[in-house]
């Protein structure tokens, strides 16, 4: 076989939707013989061939959250929730990168947050909802009502000859994942040749971001090693409040915005403070990011292309905007 | 975009600031600067550290002596690679000498609670 460059093989196209991100995980499949026989040779080895799919990507709902930066509760997410069930192709999947619910002393209280949170996220109308614990979920008891509710909060499975990886970095209540979830990774991926394509999952940055803002993982170094040898290895993450994208090594990372209140540009801003709730234009701080990476056809070079779209007028109207974008996601 | 790499990451975390710290983990004592390094005393409380500012000087050498007044509070800086928990009933010391100038925001970083994420303090050095 032809010596072709195996990151092109996966192309995570994100289209952030303000609200959320869209990602089609579309591998060069359907092309020609080469790349075809590899993804033959990949579901050989990884027990399913890569088809593509598309799966969007929520964070940092906070439910049960009341305050000046978002007095709208959980507005923005049941209006996300309503977007991804109008989206004229059905995501396979729902990945939830953490916040799912404010934290509250009172367990009582935490704990109907944490139903809320799952009767709205249960309004999704696609085949699968994946989470994984945000330190306001999880930070306060270790993980227990988290556990009670979703079960574990590390774990992996495969869908479509990808394979995911949720890492759980808050519920050790300091911002690392442990050396306990590091040995877990390493067995999880031991099965997996180095071509395999791999979406982790988790709620804090893996990198130092913003370590004074605590955007950061301490051990995040440990899992960016262990995931080292892999060559299609995709990031996902939540926690900033704000839509990024960072390229380290050849990874990239991607943090989705937030489902509640903004937080700003660390490289401009002064303090971590959300960005002030404005009630004549509640979505001022939403936008749209459109991701190409490695796109199809097009030499395989290992850079991806970012597009803000700050939403117009035309948002408001509801979902006609982000329909647009999705018809050409191209733009 | 933003584009860098892990190793340049790691770097520049280590080299704005060469410190040399000491950790030791002694039960709570009455503050003694007469005959050692001078002593300042912080605390910790949801969700505040008081003092919340600190000067010091350039090369000298001083010892933060931590408690906490409610539940673990942690105390962290990357650039001047602190990293330390601070317990109910236990008192955090740490030694440090700073070589160099800035301000440094010193976070919890162990979560604490609905205001969790504004717990900080300055470290200021001359
Ligand atoms: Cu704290």
């Known amino acids: ?265 660390p490289e401009k801003a002064a303090e971590k403070k959300p960005i002030a709730f404005d009630k004549d234009q509640p979505f001022k701080n939403l936008g749209i990011r459109v991701v190409h990476e490695n796109v199809a056809g097009k030499p395989a070079v290992d850079t991806a292309s970012i597009e803000d779209i700050e939403l117009t007028a035309q948002e408001f109207s509801g979902i006609n905007g982000i329909q647009q974008i999705l018809r050409n996601p191209s733009l | 975009m933003i584009r860098s790499n892990l190793l340049k990451y790691s770097l520049a975390a280590t080299l704005p600031v060469t410190l040399m710290i000491v950790l030791t983990f002694v039960a709570p004592r009455a503050a003694r600067a007469d005959d050692g390094p001078r002593v300042i005393e912080i605390t910790a409380k949801r969700f505040g550290f008081s003092p919340n500012q600190i000067t010091l000087k350039k090369g000298e050498t001083v010892k933060l002596r931590l408690t906490t007044e409610d539940v673990t509070h942690g105390f962290f800086m990357r650039a001047l690679k602190i990293d330390e928990e601070i317990d109910p009933g236990k008192t955090t010391e740490i030694t440090l000498t700073p070589q160099t100038a800035g301000t440094f925001l010193t976070i919890c970083d162990h979560f604490c609670g609905a205001n969790h994420g504004n717990m900080n303090m300055k470290i200021v050095v001359e």
């Open chain 1, 1 to 265: 076989m032809k010596d072709v460059d195996r990151r092109s093989f996966l192309k995570i196209a994100g289209t952030s939707l303000g609200i959320g991100v869209l990602y089609s995980a579309m591998p060069a499949a359907a092309a020609s013989g080469e790349v075809g026989a590899m993804f033959d040779a990949w579901g050989k080895k990884n027990g399913e061939r890569v088809t593509p799919f598309s799966f969007i990507q929520l964070s940092d709902a906070h439910v049960g959250f009341n305050g000046p930066p978002d007095p709208l509760g959980t507005k923005a997410f049941e209006r996300a929730v309503e977007m991804v069930n109008r989206l004229p192709q059905r995501p396979d999947l729902v990945l939830f990168t953490g916040d799912l619910t404010h934290d509250s002393e009172d367990k009582d209280v935490h704990s109907r947050r944490m139903k809320q949170f799952l009767e709205i996220s249960g309004r999704l109308n696609v085949p699968l909802v994946k989470c994984v614990p945000g330190e306001h979920d999880a930070g306060l008891d270790g993980g227990a009502l988290y556990r009670d509710f979703l079960k574990e909060t590390y774990y992996s499975f495969d869908h479509r000859g990808v394979h995911f990886v949720a890492l759980d970095n808050v519920s050790r209540a300091k911002p690392e994942v442990g050396p306990e979830q590091l040995a877990w990774l390493k067995k999880d991926l031991a099965r997996f040749p180095k071509s395999a394509p791999i979406v982790v999952f988790t709620h804090r940055p893996l990198f130092d971001l913003k370590p004074e803002w605590e955007w950061f993982t301490s051990d995040g170094d440990d899992v960016m090693n262990v995931l080292a040898p892999f060559e299609n290895v995709t990031v996902l993450y939540g926690h900033i409040h704000r839509d990024d994208e960072h390229e380290l090594g050849h990874v990239h990372h991607y943090a989705a915005r937030s489902l509640i209140f903004a937080f700003p540009d």
